[in-house]
T-cell receptor, first 112, second 111 residues
Framework: DVKVTQSSRYLVKRTGEKVFLECVQD?????MFWYRQDPGLGLRLIYF???????EKGDIPEGYSVSREKKERFSLILESASTNQTSMYLC???????????FGPGTRLLVL | GEDVEQSLFLSVREGDSSVINCTYT??????LYWYKQEPGAGLQLLTY?????DMKQDQRLTVLLNKKDKHLSLRIADTQTGDSAIYFC???????????FGRGTSLIVHP
């Protein structure tokens, strides 16, 4: 079974703090993704990576950065957290040919 | 751009069949997916179908694809309270990394 894990299920941070969200997958997938999920807005892609050290912006990259130093790990960084980044963050991974995405359990982030 | 539409809510009685519908606009869609999200959890892949198929059945789940109308449906037979969740439809072109997701349908199963 594919397993995607995320470092925290719940996180509370203060405005201005630097926040790291970590995601690890154990299936040797090439591609990894970060989404945020907000009520009424569905899933929105923040960043994705198709290889180690490669990254591409998604639909809403502003205020976020990512790091992929190893194939199995993809980190999402909030350089200076703001209250409008309070959300559920979902990591996913996929691999050719179907590119079916497998998701982690999510991190619910609250920024005060 | 591509768009995937789903109704927001569906309410069914326990034991009945549920049918969740999805329409998409991308005629190049190659793969179509159904995901389930339980409260506070990530998305769990339920099933997927290739665009050259009309139907796929997996236990209580039946997926129907009408490629001409760009319509995908998920039927859950004998719906149980444990099926209460948000169901997401997604489509993807062949050769693309990134699927397009619908906004999800909340399935509410009542006794």
């Amino acid at each position: 079974d594919v397993k995607v894990t995320q470092s925290s299920r719940y996180l509370v941070k203060r405005t201005g703090e630097k926040v790291f969200l970590e995601c690890v997958q154990d299936m040797d997938h090439e591609n990894m993704f970060w989404y945020r999920q907000d009520p009424g807005l569905g899933l929105r892609l923040i960043y994705f990576s198709y290889d180690v050290k490669m990254k591409e912006k998604g639909d809403i990259p502003e205020g976020y950065s990512v790091s992929r130093e190893k194939k199995e790990r993809f980190s999402l960084i909030l350089e200076s957290a703001s209250t409008n980044q309070t959300s559920m963050y979902l990591c996913a991974s996929s691999s050719p040919p179907q590119e079916t995405q497998y998701f982690g359990p999510g991190t619910r982030l609250l920024v005060l | 751009g591509e768009d995937v539409e789903q109704s927001l809510f569906l309410s069914v009685r326990e034991g009945d069949s549920s049918v969740i519908n999805c329409t998409y606009t991308d005629s190049s869609s190659t793969y179509l997916y159904w995901y389930k999200q339980e409260p506070g959890a990530g998305l769990q892949l339920l099933t997927y179908i290739f665009s050259n198929m009309d139907m796929k059945q997996d236990q209580r789940l039946t997926v129907l694809l009408n490629k001409k109308d760009k319509h995908l449906s998920l039927r859950i037979a004998d719906t149980q309270t444990g099926d209460s969740a948000i169901y997401f439809c997604a489509e993807k072109e062949g050769g693309s990394y990134i699927p397009t997701f619908g906004r999800g349908t909340s399935l509410i199963v009542h006794p």
